[in-house]
């Protein structure tokens, strides 16, 4: 689950990070009165939305010229003015796609003089099983072209979990950041806070980026995006509180209703499949052949007829889908069920695009009578490699 920045701001004050004063606001009404709650003469008004790249982002509706979604303002009118801009408008950035996503709330927070510019992240090292630290020198950058041009400009230091982070780790941290004076002394402070934070929430990404050095010397978190465990969820309350459904697909909300894993993506053609490793295949044969998945799908090792009947409507429910493969392999799955609920999905939706089913394992013959003496216009595939051309040539007339 993902928060956004000015949440994940006020989350790591309560820990004691170094970050600025700002008011989030919802309407361009209360742009002046949050304004003067600053200390001004430099503000910086900031769109909040789940995704990067906002700064060089732009916005649908207006010129192509006009500023993007993280504009400086040095004046209160100044700063409403933005208000009025931003709000409610569609900002298209590298991470959101053609799309973009349109923005429903602004952070207007407190301006700063900057020396440095720094990257620090903090995320779960899965190749040593521990939470790791990632920082690098060149902040305020994608990361990405930092890693692909410049790798040696990325160092990761890994933190033992039975001492958290240590002296060592720490001066190993502001020695690759570069950090002297003022700012070493602030980096001793704020490395095993955010580390607790981290750890603590049961997050899965908490980004700092930029940490910056200011021109007196001290460090400032002036960007934060954090991520949590969806399956630790049940034990923090107080972050499932801060959830925006509005910046999720609305049929990943519903898939999460039914326990079912779905991410929507950008292709034509549906997936109901069981098993992860299962559907991964399924969408990468669907590719082989020239096509493109619409939806990563996996309804489990023991689904119901609801289940599968929830999932259907799902990804009948996407208007880009001009096709449905269903992928079965059933062990604890049945395949009879699968059918049964394919079939009660049909009839409650209709069937407007063409189907393909492969079943195979448990029930395997059940199913597929179910499947055939339905009258419903489906295609049958011996295999994934069968089922795959089939439904490509299909949605390709």
């Given at each position: 689950m993902n928060i956004h920045e000015y949440q994940a701001?006020?989350?790591?004050k309560t820990y004691g990070a170094p970050v600025a004063d700002g008011v989030a606001i919802f309407s361009a009404d209360e742009a002046e009165a949050a304004a003067k709650q600053l200390p001004g003469p430099l503000y910086v008004v900031k769109s909040q939305i789940h995704a990067g790249g906002r700064?060089?982002?732009?916005?649908?509706?207006l010129s192509p010229d006009a500023k993007g979604g993280v504009r400086l303002a040095k004046s209160i009118e100044d700063v409403v003015a933005n208000v009025k801009e931003m709000?409610?408008?569609?900002?298209?950035?590298?991470?959101?796609?053609?799309a973009g996503k349109?923005?429903?709330?602004?952070?207007?927070?407190?301006?700063?003089d900057i020396d440095r510019e720094l990257y620090l992240s903090i995320l779960v090292d899965r190749?040593?099983?521990?939470?790791?630290?990632?920082?690098?020198?060149?902040?305020?950058m994608d990361i990405e072209t930092v890693a692909h041009d410049t790798p040696e400009k990325i160092i990761t230091v890994d933190i033992d979990p039975s001492t958290g982070v240590t002296v060592a780790n720490s001066a190993a941290l502001s020695n690759a950041l570069k950090l002297e004076g003022a700012a070493r002394e602030d980096a001793a402070k704020l490395f095993p806070i955010l580390y607790k934070a981290f750890v603590e929430k049961d997050m899965a990404l908490l980004e700092v980026n930029p940490l910056i050095v200011m021109t007196n010397g001290n460090l400032r978190v002036l960007?934060?995006?954090?991520?949590?465990?969806?399956?630790?969820?049940?034990?923090?309350?107080?972050?499932v509180a801060l959830r925006d459904t509005t910046e999720e697909d609305a049929k990943e909300i519903e898939a999460h209703k039914y326990d079912l894993?779905?991410?929507?993506?950008?292709?034509?053609?549906?997936?109901?499949?069981?098993?992860?490793?299962?559907?991964?295949?399924?969408?990468?044969?669907?590719?082989?052949?020239?096509?493109e998945p619409a939806n990563f799908l996996d309804v489990g090792g023991g689904a119901t007829k609801e289940k599968v009947t929830a999932a259907f409507k799902i990804i009948t429910a996407d208007p880009a889908v001009e096709g449905i493969l269903v992928n079965i392999f059933g062990g604890i799955m049945k395949c009879d069920v699968i059918a049964e609920g394919v079939l009660a999905a049909v009839k409650e939706v209709g069937l407007k695009v063409?189907?393909?089913?492969?079943?195979?394992?448990?029930n395997v013959e059940l199913g597929k009578k179910i499947i055939n003496e339905s009258g419903l216009n489906v295609i049958s595939a011996d295999d994934l490699d069968d089922a795959a051309q089939k439904i490509v040539k299909a949605v390709k007339g």
């Open positions: 701001k006020a989350l790591l700064g060089k982002g732009k916005f649908k509706e709000l409610g408008n569609t900002l298209v950035t590298k991470q959101t796609g053609p349109q923005v429903n709330r602004l952070y207007i927070e407190d301006g700063a190749s040593v099983g521990k939470v790791a630290f990632v920082v690098s020198t060149e902040g305020g960007d934060a995006k954090v991520s949590f465990d969806g399956n630790a969820l049940f034990r923090h309350e107080d972050i894993a779905y991410v929507a993506l950008d292709g034509n053609i549906g997936c109901m499949v069981n098993g992860a490793g299962l559907a991964m295949a399924t969408m990468d044969i669907i590719k082989l052949y020239g096509a063409p189907l393909v089913v492969r079943l195979e394992g448990t």
